[in-house]
């Protein structure tokens, strides 16, 4: 298999997981597949990142990501 057909598939895997983690975050349920709202929760995630509270927001969402993972966060709140 060529190189570039290895970055493609490697890069597509990446995408379909990523995808998946919309998915299982139920962001297509709550807002009815609405995929502009979508990338705006997206958009406004990546400008607290930008924020001088990076670190901690950081910090949170891997909390708050590891206990959804695990089935001990309610992803309601």
């Not at 979508?38 to 927001?57: D, M, P, S, T």
């Amino acid at each position: 298999m060529r190189a570039w057909q290895v970055k493609r598939r490697e890069r597509t895997r990446k995408l379909i997981e990523l995808g998946g983690l919309i998915a299982k975050a139920d962001l297509i349920g709550l807002t009815d597949d609405n995929r502009a709202v979508i990338f705006g929760i997206l958009v406004e995630a990546a400008a607290l990142l930008r924020g001088e509270y990076r670190e901690r927001q950081l910090q949170l969402w891997e909390r708050r990501g590891r206990r959804a993972f695990n089935g001990t966060a309610d992803l309601e709140t």
